[in-house]
């Protein structure tokens, strides 16, 4: 067999082994500063009734604060969330932004759905608090939590590389007297910057 044969069926097989991450590799550490893009489906029940939403979303966090755009599917501006220590603003097009100190309950009433902005910095890192109160470090291997305030989350799909970042989340929150059901699928579609 000629040796440049040989040579190029060591550099295919070298490549075809290399890029998934191992099952249980971790993922990057939290970051406090990121960028990123994805898409979200959203399937909520207002008053009794299923409903559903789906979009394009861009999430800047900065430290301690946020800004969330969320986009009709073809890039249409919907909504700007910007959440600081003291407030969280959201606001609609042709409307007059409102302001709370919670982000959770202003979305609920604006949107008609939670969207669980607070939970979502740790999320889209492939970070969340346990029903036990610990932190838990998502992996390929250890993809599934609950969290205490009653969200199931499964880190579906992984962007590949030394540290995996999620690409798929999905997350479902059960009706609770003080909550209606939720169940959101986030695509990341660009690991964390």
């Not at 550490?29 to 861009?58: C, H, M, T, W």
């Not at 962007?159 to 939720?182: Q, V």
Request: glycine letters at 8%; charged letters at 20%.
């Amino acid at each position: 067999m000629p040796k440049h044969f040989l040579l190029i069926l060591a550099l295919l097989t070298g490549c075809a082994t290399t890029g998934a991450p191992p099952s249980n590799a971790p993922v990057a550490p939290y970051r406090d500063a990121i960028e990123l893009s994805g898409r979200i489906a959203v399937n909520y029940r207002k008053d009794g009734n299923p409903e559903s939403v789906n979009g394009q979303f861009n999430w800047a966090q900065h430290g301690n604060r946020i800004e969330l755009t969320l986009a009709s599917p073809t890039g249409q501006t919907m909504a700007t969330i910007k959440v600081t220590p003291d407030a969280a603003t959201l606001t609609q097009a042709d409307q007059v932004p409102r302001t709370a100190a919670d982000i959770d309950t202003l979305t609920a009433q604006t949107l008609g759905w939670s969207l669980p902005v607070s939970g979502l910095r740790d999320w889209l890192q492939g970070y969340a608090k346990g029903a036990d109160g610990k932190r838990f470090v998502a992996t390929p291997a250890s993809n599934t939590v609950s969290t205490p305030d009653g969200w199931r989350l499964r880190f579906v799909s992984w962007h590949e590389g030394a540290h995996p970042a999620p690409k798929r989340i999905d997350a479902e929150r059960s009706a609770t007297p003080g909550s209606d059901e939720l169940a959101l699928r986030i695509v990341i579609d660009a690991p964390v910057q």
